[in-house]
């Protein structure tokens, strides 16, 4: 008996899709630690009443533009290892961002590219903001990354987190993966 079912909730098709939507996303296609049984009797029960999982699936997790397929290109051409390789990191610059022709958005997710390859704990991924660089951070399986981005006064979740840095590029980028390289020790 789902939530729905036991409050004597009548749920539409419609608000069950933009649920779903969000669970999807919220758990990187069903991939991240935080899923549950719940979560896939929400799903169970969703497609029940109609909803179409793998589409929500494939325009929400597979489907991207040709603008975010070149900055995908483009972050994995800057791939850098650390640590044996254990960290990766990239980065993305106000001038890419003009030239992609990007939209507010299209950055999400780049960070998870590090995080997908062999022997990665820790991916790092800057991206260029108008007061500095925004820090995104994800560990696979030891590392704290919101410890690490609590030192440059950010912070998240102990899997997902980032942080403002306010130096250039190289010096953000030198702070942040020595950070990460301790945290790894």
């Known amino acids: 008996m789902t939530a729905f079912e036991y409050w004597g909730l009548e749920i539409t098709k419609d608000v069950l899709t933009c649920i779903m939507t969000g669970v999807i996303t919220d758990t990187g296609g069903f991939r991240n630690s935080n899923i549950t049984a719940e979560t896939f009797e929400l799903a169970a029960y969703a497609t029940t009443k109609g909803v179409n999982i793998s589409k929500i699936y494939n325009i929400t997790m597979m489907i991207i533009t040709k603008n975010k397929f070149e900055l995908q290109k483009l972050t994995q051409e800057r791939l850098e290892f650390f640590a044996d390789g254990k960290v990766a990191f990239t980065y993305l610059t106000l001038e890419d ?89």
């Open 97 to 185: 961002v003009a030239r992609l022709e990007l939209k507010e958005g299209d950055h999400d997710g780049i960070v998870e590219i590090g995080r997908c390859i062999e022997g990665v704990e820790v991916s790092i991924f800057l991206y260029e903001k108008a007061n500095g660089y925004k820090a995104s951070l994800r560990s696979n399986d030891y590392v704290n990354v919101a410890e690490v981005c609590s030192t440059f006064g950010g912070g998240g979740h102990i899997k997902a987190a980032g942080a403002t840095m306010t130096k250039d590029l190289e010096e953000s980028k030198n702070m942040i993966v020595s950070e990460v390289v301790k945290a790894i020790k």
